[in-house]
């Protein structure tokens, strides 16, 4: 696999300019033509596979297939299987449709937003901002992609990989590394922000946005929560929190970090944790004692962030649970899971974030929505005269079709007819 070589300096709204000159011929592509894009994306993902894990350096090669390329690889297989379905405009029939709106067909479309501007974040800098790419390079959009920090060589090794599978030229430009081209990109006029980074972050980026009333998905901090019931297999607690804090360094926005546990259960469990690795420093993670589930719920809410959640327990008991924690993405009896099914979206709540990335929901929020109402026939009665009897109609239609029981719905139907009979008169 070749090095992509820095592209020529150019100012930041000639960023915008050629992506966006670029985007309107891709935009005008069939759907099925930009997935054959992300299909040759795919296959040259799995044949440059060692080569492409070798832009981690810092982490063994495995981890690096498991955690960020493979899951890359489903990501876009998803796109090949879903795109069309959901991408589709959606044709709305006569049923649900107002009584007083006959001959009105009307159509819900999906329309790619122009530019996006992908913040990626240093801690997972092929995965996360390739699957944004990837998605809203389905939906027909263009992206400029800004590296995190020590990100570049994925970038460019993602950009050089989708090239060679037939992205046409200006769709997708890799910015430098420094936080400035983020904010200079933005003023330029990029019509979405993408940003996976810290909660500060996130909150310098909107302040930038703010101007143009700029629409952003924020993929923020976490600081995850991780629930023990009574009944739940400590040992398997206690490896999945090495797991969940020794995956990618410890860098992993859904990692367990503070453990909300039973007082009777809490003893053993910090003997589980010390056994598995005595190494292991419990300095990332916190272990808090609790009375019972309400006061560990209590206790995590305190936290502004809501990224995810595990819950460690009976089946039954850990699923209902599940409907009472604050956080996007929910996991019983495992941790890091959503990051693995394309199908999931993923998104936080609070300080962790708005808006979702991935899945079906994420691929949509590359879009914007249009709908399209054609009028047919001739007879236009809201553009006649006001008629001195169109108060009675209206609430002869109201009692007709919205009253409640049988016998004022009846009324309402002699009252229109009566009122029907009046105007012709």
């Known amino acids: 696999m070749k090095v992509v ?28 033509q930009r997935l054959r894009v992300v299909r040759a994306l795919r296959h040259r993902i799995a044949a440059a596979a060692h080569e492409l894990a070798a832009v981690r350096a810092d982490r063994p090669e495995s981890e690096v297939l498991s955690a960020e390329i493979v899951p890359l690889a489903e990501a876009c297989r998803f796109l090949e299987r879903e795109a069309p379905r959901l991408l589709a405009s959606r044709k709305l029939g006569a049923d649900g449709r107002p009584a007083w709106l006959a001959g009105v067909d009307a159509e819900v479309r999906r329309e790619p ?5 992908v913040i990626a974040p240093s801690n997972n800098p092929l995965f ?10 389905a939906a027909g959009n263009a992206v400029l992609w800004k590296p995190g920090r020590d990100g570049l060589a994925a970038a460019r090794a993602f950009a050089e990989l989708v090239a060679a599978a037939g992205l046409p030229p200006g ?21 979405k922000v993408l940003l996976t980074g810290s909660a500060a972050t996130g909150r310098e980026v909107l302040a930038d946005l703010a101007p143009r009333l700029t629409p952003a998905t924020m993929e923020l901090s976490g600081c995850d929560a991780l629930f023990v019931l009574p ?23 859904i990692a367990p970090r503070r453990i909300f546990v039973p007082h009777a259960l809490a003893p053993a469990l910090e003997k589980n944790l010390r056994r598995l690795d005595e190494d292991l420093s419990l300095s990332e993670v916190s272990v808090v004692p609790v009375a019972g589930p309400e006061e560990a719920l209590r206790a995590a809410a305190a936290s502004p962030y809501a990224l995810g959640a595990s819950i460690f327990g009976p ?83 109201l009692t007709l079709a919205h009253a409640g029981g ?20």
């Open 231 to 253: 009944g739940a297999d400590l040992d398997r607690v206690a490896r999945a929190v090495r797991f969940g804090l020794t995956l990618n360094g410890g860098a992993t926005c």
């Open 5 to 32: 070589r820095h592209r020529r300096a150019m100012p930041p709204r000639s960023w915008v300019e050629e992506a966006r000159q670029a985007q309107g011929k891709w935009a005008a592509r069939p759907l099925r």
């Open 113 to 117: 937003l122009g530019v996006f501007l």
């Open 315 to 397: 089946e039954e008991a850990a699923v209902a649970f599940a409907a009472k924690v604050r956080a996007g993405s929910v996991v019983v009896n495992d941790v890091i899971v959503p990051t693995a099914d394309p199908r999931l979206p993923f998104g936080g709540r609070g300080e962790s974030g708005f808006g979702v990335t991935r899945g079906a929901e994420g691929l949509l929020e590359m879009t914007v929505l249009k709908t399209v109402s054609v009028r047919r026939g001739k007879r236009l009665p809201h553009l006649e005269e006001p008629h001195p009897l169109d108060a009675d109609l209206f609430r002869a239609y």
């Open 128 to 137: 996360l901002p390739g699957v944004q790419a990837a998605q809203a390079l």
């Open 406 to 425: 049988l016998r004022a719905r009846l009324r309402g139907a002699a009252d229109l007819m009566r009122s029907l009979l009046r105007r012709r008169k």
């Open 171 to 191: 769709l997708l430009t890799v910015l430098p590394e420094h936080p400035g081209a983020a904010r200079d990109a933005i003023a330029a006029g990029v019509d």
